[in-house]
């Protein structure tokens, strides 16, 4: 069983108890978090943290970038349509969607979904799981 965390669904909060956990100082927390929230991909990327915490936090945690596996742009009218694959291989969507007075975006909060939409793909399967805060904020 994987009992690492994904640095992208944590808090500072909980970043802070991880470092006081592993012995570190409180600010790293906040290194850490900044790093997460610029996009890096690995850890290794953590450039201002020494190298034995970069293995000391692998050992708890790793990053889970979403696979973009299609991207659709609608010729009609802008809308580009996201197909993401999570780490366990299920699929989400988010559509951004364009208009006069700047975009705005769906994001999906959950693997699958209850409602039954005749239009909407991710109802085929069924509802699966909720998405962590990380999961949803890390698509645009």
Same mark, same amino acid.
């Given at each position: 069983?994987?009992?690492? #965390?994904?640095?992208?669904?944590?808090?500072?909060? %909980?970043?802070?108890?991880?470092? +006081? %956990?592993? =012995?570190?100082?409180? &600010?790293? +927390?906040?290194?850490?978090?900044?790093?997460?929230? /610029? $996009?890096?991909?690995?850890?290794?990327?953590? !450039?201002?943290?020494?190298? @034995?915490?970069? @293995?000391?936090?692998? %050992?708890? +945690?790793?990053?889970?970038? &979403? @696979?973009?596996?299609? /991207?659709? #742009? *609608?010729?009609?009218? $802008? !809308?580009?349509?996201?197909?993401?694959?999570?780490?366990?291989?299920?699929?989400? %969507?988010? #559509?951004?969607?364009?208009?006069?007075?700047?975009? *705005?975006?769906?994001?999906? *909060?959950?693997?699958?979904?209850?409602? =039954?939409?005749?239009?909407? +793909?991710? !109802?085929?399967? =069924?509802?699966?799981?909720?998405?962590?805060?990380?999961?949803?904020? !890390?698509?645009?």
């Amino acid at each position: 069983m994987d009992t690492k #965390v994904d640095l992208l669904s944590m808090t500072i909060e %909980e970043l802070e108890n991880m470092m +006081a %956990e592993m =012995g570190q100082q409180k &600010f790293r +927390a906040k290194q850490i978090f900044q790093w997460v929230n /610029k $996009g890096i991909k690995d850890i290794d990327e953590m !450039t201002n943290l020494s190298k @034995e915490l970069r @293995e000391q936090l692998r %050992e708890k +945690a790793y990053i889970n970038r &979403f @696979e973009i596996i299609k /991207k659709f #742009v *609608s010729r009609i009218d $802008g !809308t580009i349509k996201y197909l993401f694959r999570l780490k366990d291989g299920n699929i989400i %969507e988010s #559509v951004l969607m364009k208009y006069m007075h700047g975009f *705005s975006a769906c994001i999906s *909060s959950q693997v699958g979904c209850k409602m =039954g939409c005749k239009f909407c +793909a991710s !109802t085929g399967a =069924g509802f699966v799981r909720n998405l962590t805060p990380g999961r949803c904020l !890390t698509r645009f």
